[in-house]
Each structure stands twice: as C-alpha cells, then as structure tokens.
C-alpha cells in the first residue's frame, strides 16, 4: 500500500496541537474562536472596563474634592461653635447668638437639652445620621446635608448643625452626567467598529468561507488582505485537491494492483492510471526476463501494435534504459538528446523521445524485475513530485509483480506436485494429513477430502512395529530427515510397498511447522524384482543344470554308440540282444531327459513350427488316460476354430503332461479335469507386456481339487517347490511349466482358492502361418570315403566317433586336444577332408582351434560337435556364419552322425 504522506511532512510525536494526532488518540478537537471572540471581543471588553475605570475614578475624585469641601466647612463652622460656646454667655444669650450666627451662615440647627428641643430654626431633617467622630449627614427632598454635632456641658445642652452645599450638588450632577455621555459615547464607537469590522472584515470572510466550504474558489472583495488572503487559500485547495486526486488514483492503483491476479492485468492497470498522475504523451512498463533482458512489454500513449510491427522487437534496454535499470534512485533526464547515455538515434518507427523519468522496479531481494517509465511530459519538465510519485508506483507495483510471480511459482509448483507420479503427503507435526496429491490417491484409493483431517495412522498395515514408528517418529522430530520403505494399507485393505523420504519444515522461528512425505509405489518394481531374483534362481539352476546335462550327454554319447555298434555286431537272436536293448533304451531316456533339462534352460535348440494346439492336446490324450487314475474323469473343451502356434510340439505335450498330473495329485479323492482352448485377443497380453497382433491362444487347465493358499500360490513356479510329502515329488513340473512357456514367448497365470479348485491358463501368441507338412525319410545309405580328423577330449566319444566313422568307410586320425589336432592337422592337411570338432575343451576351446585351423587352410571342412545346443552355446552360430559345415548334438546315433558327415563333405563324397 502506498503512504500518502510527504516525506518530511510527517508528525513526529504525537501532541495536542495536532488534530490527527488529536484525532488518533480518541480525543475531540476543541471548536475553533472565531474573530469576534477572538479579536474584538477583547478590545470591546477593554474598551468597556475602560470606560468603567474612568466613570468610577471621576465619581471618586468628585466625590472626595466634595467631601474635603463639606469637611473644611464643617471644620470652620464648628470652630467658629466652640469659640462661642467659650464665651461667658447665659444660656439665653448663647442661644440668640447661635441663631443670629446660624442664620446669618444659612445652617439648619436644633439645640436640644436631652430629648427636649430648645431651639430650632426651620424643619431640622429628622432622618439624620450621627458618625463616630460626630460629623452628621442626612436626607431631605432629595437633598445631602451635612454638618455635625457639638456639646455645651456647661448648658447641659447638644447642639446639632447642617448645611446643604446646592453648588456643589449640581456641580456632581453636571460631571456625573459628562461621564455617563462620555460612556455612551465609547460603547456607541464600539458598536460602529463592530459594525464596520462585519460589514467589511466578517462578511467578506465569511463569502470567502461559504465558497470553500461549496468546493468554490474565494471571490475577490476588493480588500487587498482577504483578496491576498483568499488567493493563498485558493492555491492550497488547489494543491489540496491535487494532492487528494493523486492521493485517490495511487489508492485506487494499489486496490487494483492487490485484485489483479495477472502480470498483463498488472501492467495494464499501471501504465493506465499512472498517466493521470503524470501528465505524458507516453508511459510504458517492461518485465525483465532471468537474463535481464526485456521479456514483456506494455505502452501507453502510442499505438503499441504498430510500433511493434514497425520496430519487430522489444527493446534491448542499452543506452538510457540501461542506466535505469541499474539506478536506484529515479532517472530524471530533461533533455535526452544532449545526455551522454542516449545512443544517438531511435530505430525506425520508435517515437521520438524529449524527456524521461524512469525508475526499476525491485524484487524482494533486490533484484530488478521490471522497469516503469514516462517520456514527452506535455506541460514543462519532470519534477521532484513526479519522482516521488514515480517511487510509489514502483513500490506497489513490485509488490504486485512479486505477489503474481510466486503465485505463479507456486502454482507451476503445485501443478508439478499435482502431476507428480511420487506421493506427496503434508502433515502437521503431530502427524495430522493437511494435504495430499493426486498420486496419493492413484496408489492408496483414498481422495483428498477423506484424509485431510485425519492421522497418517489410517494407512498403517500392521507389517512394521512400535519400534519402526518410534525410531522414524524420533528422527523427524529432531529435524534430521528420514528414509526407508513402507508397507502401507489402501483403501480397499491392499497393502503396498514405498520408498519414502521424510522430512520436517521449520518455521521462521527455527520451530518444526510441518512434515513433508515423498513417497515412490514400489510395488510392482518388488514384483520385478521378485520376479528377478526367481529369474536369477533359475538361470543359475539352469546353467548348473545345463553343465550337468552337457556332461550326462558325453557320457550318454559312449553309452548309446556302442549299443547301437552292438546291437548292428550282434546276430538277432543273439542272448545278449535283450541286453544291449535295455542299454540302449536306457541311454535314450537319458539323453531324453538331458535334452528336457536342457530346453528347460534353454540350452536346447527347440524346433518350432506350426502347429495347432488342438492336435497336440489329443495326440497327448491317450498319454493322459494311462496316467491319470479312473477317479478323474478328463473333460475336453477344445475349440474348432484355434489358430496355429510356433511351438516345439513335444514340449507342448511336456506342458499338458505336467499339469495333468499337478491336477491329478491336487484331487486324492477324485474329480475332474477339464482342458479347454480358446481364441483370445491381444488385449490379453497388454497386461503382461507382451502384445501379440494376432491375439492369443489359450489353454486353460483347470480341477476341482483341494486348491491353494495365497501364499503358495506365489511360489508355485518356483523351482524344487512342492507341496508333497518328502520323496513324493521333485518341485520342477510346474517350474518347467513356467520355463516351456516363457521360451515360446507366452505366460502363465492361475487362479486357486482353498475347497474350490485350481485354474491354470496358458497364452501362446498365435500364428496366421498354416501347420507344415511333414517330409519323407532321406536316404538310408550313409557310407563314404576320405580322412576325417577327430578332435575330442573325452576318450570314450572320441573312441566311438573311431569305431562308426571306419566303418562308414572313413579314415580316422584321432587328437585328444586342441593342439594336437592342430599339429596333426599342419602335417596332414592335403589328405584330411573334415574335422569332427568338439566345442568345449580344456586349455583351447573349440572356436581358437576353429580360427587356428582357417588360418592354416582357409576353406577348411570343420564339423562342430556339443553336449550343448547351438542355442545355448552362442559361440556356434558365429562358427556356423564363420565357415563351419554343421553342427550335431551329442549324444547322436550313428545315423545322425552319417548324415551329417555327408552333408559336410558335400556331393561325390559318399
């Protein structure tokens, strides 16, 4: 808000000679004297008591001249009395003596001899009164007579004697009536002075008065000192009114600055009504970007659309403006042509400027945020007032920009909180919600309006201890900021897993005001990870197993070689025939079974093709009826129109097997088995994160068995989990399962529920190929000529390989390892056509010999040879691309081997 009062201008303390002072401290002002009272009031009462002074101090000097007059009389007269009375005169004689004398001094007289009257000449004033000192004065016909009484004690007699003095009396009567005309004479003076002091003086000022007082200037009276006095009073109004209209605008700004809620609405109020306050052609306001470079700018004045289009940028804000901008007091420049900071010239289209008055607008910390600026003042120069004024604008105005930038910080910010995929929770510090984002509710189920108010304690899951809430309570609290994980309830009475970080919010005064939550779901990264680790368990089962069964399958290779060498050496009805079968019956389960364990792990090149799920189910049924028991009875519910599926048809019946008999130990008592096929969209895989354009193919197997707990059923695919009694079962059927499924590309889910039964569904992605058509057997001659190297470190297989290449017709030369085969190979190069070649060897694997022997002879024939796959091993693909013949897996027959020696060997080689 700006502060009307001019600087310099203001009380300093408060007293009773100010009104606002007077005003502020609740007292009332005491109500102006006017002239009369003030002024003439006085002289008139003086001029009163003057005259007043003056008659009574006459009256008093007449009476005491009068007075020493009667006395002096009076005196002589009664000298004259006892003169006589000193005689030796007889009574009579004395008495014709004062009547004789009385007479002749024109006294009046009585001689009494105690009540008694002895002589008396005319009527003696009966109403007389006799002072202490024996003077006499008394009353008659409005007449003063004065005398006194005197004792003959040698007559016995009292002699009283008064005399009127008229003289004197109308001598009084004369000065008094001077006085009262004298009087008359002053209060008639002071009435026509009060006249003239109204007619002249009151009057016209209070013309003067009446017109002010009606918001009119004060008209001329032709009296010089009120028309210099009434043209004093009609500049201060003057200013007064000016100063209250800048006073009204600048209030009217700040009101309007603390409603605009927009930096435009802003600068447009600004450079709207600071114009009326400084009379300009133009008057302009700019907003500062971070660099300090003019980011906004509005003008008022001139026709800011065509000056933008004639001039096509904002101004750099060198030169003049430069100087303003890092000025911290006004910028009042007069004449902008002769200052040092003016460029010289202004770009085509900017108006030209004459004067300036410009001044920044600072940020709380003191930074320039905005400039406000005026040029071309219309009447004159700029003043010391247009600074000022100037300086309040600028100081409401930053409060206003200020006030709209963090408002628009903090709504950027409350927009990123709102946005934020991280939970964000407000608490008092007793723990009590004040807010919450919209993450919140996403993970947790709750809504704003259903937390606010209460206690975090609603989302507690039970998982985490007095101790864990203790230990976090007790590091907030003492302002240190606490991390770790959650398991918290929802809405619904899920739980979830977060990571939170918390942390307190002090106040000004270093106090704890609130505490601040960032929490991160970490619910489905934990399933990952789970998920992760169960990868990890059972890659490095699989590669365990993997090494196993690459082991199994060299020994297997020996086994089923040299059974097959017998079974061929021996006549048909030989004894040991039976022998030599269930050897090479059981070389076979055992190079079956490795084969599974290695596709489980995927270290089997599985040979997908075609097929359809249908056909596999019932080419798997007559299986399922001799392994399921006639308590259960197997139900199908197989759909006619199922796409095709790429998929290893004989680990597809490897899946239906094992969840049969999963299904068949879950229902001791009997039930039913019920395998059902359908076609579903690729929605179903969205989910799961493996989109499919042509749908899926499900296969749902379900029971009606004893079914499952909730935490059994997380750990079903786990390898080696069973749920059967010790020795009754491995734990890696479903774990193959879930293996199978994954290599084709598909998933797994189940639903179970203890009482009810078990669902397991099974999602292929489907194939828009058709189901290929099988081909006829090749050639059952496999016989050939030439010298073939043989490189392996298993004595027994290299044996073998000896025996069944000599009698295909092939010379052998046989090497133990990597270097010998390659010294033998440099010595015999020009007669050797191919070498057999195992993979994996000691000291040097196969691919450095691979490379050793191209280096020798480039386009050799090289024949690779492994317990692995050419999936599991990666290296055999590179070879296979390098120059590499082919690849057979042992254990191998001799067919296999025949074959692929010949095809190595090429044509003309057989």
């Known amino acids: 808000m700006v502060s009307f009062a001019r600087r310099g201008n203001s009380c300093s303390a ?50 005491g001249i009068m007075n020493n007059y009667h006395d002096s009389l009076i005196s002589q007269e009664r000298g004259e009395i006892e003169n006589i009375l000193k005689g030796d005169l007889s009574e009579e004689a004395l008495l014709s003596v004062l009547r004789t004398h009385f007479d002749t001094e024109n006294f009046m007289y009585q001689v009494k001899r105690g009540d008694a009257v002895v002589a008396s000449c005319c009527a003696f004033p009966e109403g007389y009164k006799i002072n202490p ?57 002071v009435v026509y002075v009060l006249g003239v002091v109204r007619k002249n003086l009151l009057k016209p000022m209070r013309q003067i008065m009446d017109r002010i007082g009606h918001g009119e200037n004060a008209a001329l009276t032709h009296i010089r000192e009120l028309d210099e006095l009434g043209s004093v009073v009609n500049k201060a109004f003057a200013t007064a009114e000016l100063k209250n209209m800048q006073a009204r605008i600048l209030h009217e700004i700040a009101v309007s600055l603390n409603k605009n809620t927009t930096l435009e609405d802003i600068m447009d109020t600004i450079v ?30 001139v026709d800011e659309a065509k000056i933008r289009q004639d001039v096509k940028r904002l101004p750099r804000g060198e030169g003049i403006l430069k100087l303003m901008k890092f000025s911290m007091v006004p910028v009042k420049i007069n004449d902008i042509a002769s200052h040092p900071a003016f460029s010289g010239a202004f770009p085509v289209g900017h108006p030209v400027l004459k004067n ?22 219309r009447h004159g120069d700029f003043t010391d007032e247009d600074e000022d004024i100037l300086t309040a604008i600028a100081s409401d105005a930053a409060v206003a920009i200020q006030r709209v930038q963090d408002t628009e910080k903090m709504e950027r910010f409350r927009r990123i909180i709102e946005s934020s995929f991280d939970v964000i929770v407000i608490t008092d510090r007793n723990g009590i919600i004040e807010y919450v984002n919209n993450a919140f509710e996403a993970v947790t189920g709750f809504s704003s309006g259903e937390v606010t108010g209460q206690s975090t304690n609603l989302l507690k899951s039970g998982v985490h201890d007095h101790h864990f809430y203790r230990n976090l309570w007790d590091t907030i609290l003492s302002g240190r900021p606490w991390k770790g994980e959650f398991v918290n309830r929802r809405k619904d009475g899920g739980v979830y897993n977060t990571s939170a970080v918390i942390f307190p919010v002090f106040s000004d005064a270093g106090e704890i005001r609130n505490f601040v939550s960032i929490q991160r779901d970490l619910t489905e990264e934990k399933k990952l990870y789970e998920q992760l680790l169960r990868a990890q368990k059972m890659e490095a089962i699989g590669t365990l197993a993997g090494g196993i069964a690459h082991d199994f399958n060299n020994l297997l290779s020996a086994v089923l070689g040299y059974a097959e060498i017998l079974k061929e050496e021996l006549p ?61 009875s197997i139900e199908m519910k197989l759909s006619p129109e199922l796409p095709g599926i790429r998929a290893d048809a004989t680990q597809l019946q490897q899946v239906i097997m094992n969840l049969a008999v999963n299904a068949r130990d879950a229902m001791p008592e009997g039930g039913r088995i019920i395998i059902e096929t359908a076609s579903v969209g690729k929605e179903n895989g969205a989910a799961n994160g493996m989109p499919s354009a042509g749908g899926f193919v499900k296969l749902s197997v379900s029971d009606t068995g004893i079914g499952m707990e909730e935490g059994i059923v997380h750990k079903i695919f786990d390898p080696f989990f069973t749920t059967k009694e010790r020795g009754s079962g491995t734990g890696l059927g479903l774990y193959i399962v879930h293996s199978i499924v994954s290599n084709h590309g598909g998933y ?104 050793a022997l191209r280096t020798i002879v480039p386009d050799v024939r090289v024949l690779l ?20 013949k082919g690849f057979i897996q042992k254990p191998f027959s001799k067919k296999t081997l025949a074959r692929a020696v010949q095809k190595a060997l090429g044509p003309g080689n057989s």
Not at 15 to 25: D, K
């Open 865 to 884: 040879v492994s317990g692995y796959s050419s999936a599991a091993f990666t290296g055999i693909d590179g070879l296979l691309k390098s120059g590499a």
């Open 272 to 301: 709207g009504q600071s114009n009326m306050l400084i009379d300009t052609e133009l008057s302009s306001i700019a907003l500062y970007d971070e660099k300090g470079d003019f980011s906004k700018l509005k003008v008022y004045g």
């Open 14 to 63: 408060r007293s009773a000679g100010c009104r606002f002072c007077t005003f502020l401290s609740g007292q009332r002002p005491v109500k102006p004297q006017g002239i009369i009272l003030k002024i003439l009031f006085p002289i008139v009462a003086f001029m009163l008591l003057l005259t007043v002074f003056v008659s009574l101090r006459t009256r008093w000097i007449i009476r």
């Open 572 to 632: 048909a009805d030989h004894p040991l025939q039976k022998a030599v079968g269930i050897i090479e019956n059981s070389a076979n389960r055992g190079a079956d079974l490795a084969s599974r364990i290695l596709q489980v792990t995927r270290k089997e090149k599985l040979e997908f093709r075609v097929v359809n799920l249908n056909g596999v189910i019932e080419d798997t049924l007559e299986l399922l009826s001799r392994s399921i028991p006639k308590t259960i």
């Open 356 to 377: 300036f008055l410009g001044y920044p607008i600072f940020s709380k910390d003191g930074r320039p945020i905005a400039a406000l600026y005026f040029a071309n003042k």
């Open 748 to 851: 797994t889910n189940l639903y179970s529920e203890p009482g009810k039964g078990t669902r397991f569904n099974v999602y292929f992605p489907a194939s828009a190929e058709l189901p290929a058509a099988e081909t006829p057997d090749e050639s059952e001659d496999y016989g050939g000529t030439g010298t073939i190297l043989v490189i392996e470190d298993e004595p027994d297989v290299r044996e073998l390989n000896r025996d069944i290449l000599q009698k295909l017709g092939y010379s052998v030369i046989t090497a133990p390892d990597g270097k010998e085969g390659l010294r033998i190979f440099r010595e015999k190069n020009a007669e050797i056509g191919l070498v057999l070649l195992d993979i994996i060897m000691p000291m040097m694997n196969g691919p450095e010999v691979f490379q």
């Open 133 to 189: 000192d024996g003077s006499m004065t008394a009353m008659m016909d409005d007449s003063q007579f004065y005398g006194f009484r005197i004792a003959a004690k040698k007559y016995g007699l009292m002699i009283d004697v008064l005399r009127e003095f008229p003289h004197m009396t109308e001598f009084s009567r004369q000065l008094n009536s001077t006085v009262t005309v004298f009087s008359i004479s002053i209060l008639l003076m």
